[in-house]
């Protein structure tokens, strides 16, 4: 295994993704609304940057909006406040540091 700082993988994954067309960034925005539509298989997406307004949809959106994340706010609130969405903060043994672990359930469905 590699331990990589988060900060270096972040940079790496933001590198990578700006190489594609169909990516598209929004970022410093805070989240207002969340929606998924199930005829159409797209997930709506609203909020505001400190310039402007934003509007976002598609089939997959990533919300890498930190430990108080509203996405997973949105989603924990979908899937009926189960508690499934809650980050899980672990201990490390091998190097003593303490990690958080989001772990999706299979085939999460939104009514």
């Known amino acids: 295994s590699f331990w990589v700082p988060r900060h270096v993988f972040v940079r790496l994954l933001f590198d990578e993704a700006t190489r594609n067309d169909n990516i598209c960034f929004v970022l410093g925005a805070q989240l207002e609304d969340l929606d998924y539509d199930n005829a159409s298989q797209q997930c709506m997406a609203k909020g505001a940057t400190t310039s402007k ?45 303490r990690y958080k672990v989001l772990s999706l359930p299979n085939n999460f469905e939104i009514d």
């Open 53 to 97: 307004n934003f509007h976002v949809q598609g089939r997959l959106l990533i919300g890498a909006d930190g430990v108080r994340s509203a996405v997973r706010e949105h989603m924990e609130r979908w899937d009926g406040g189960r508690g499934r969405f809650e980050p899980k903060q672990l201990d490390s043994p091998a190097a003593g540091l």
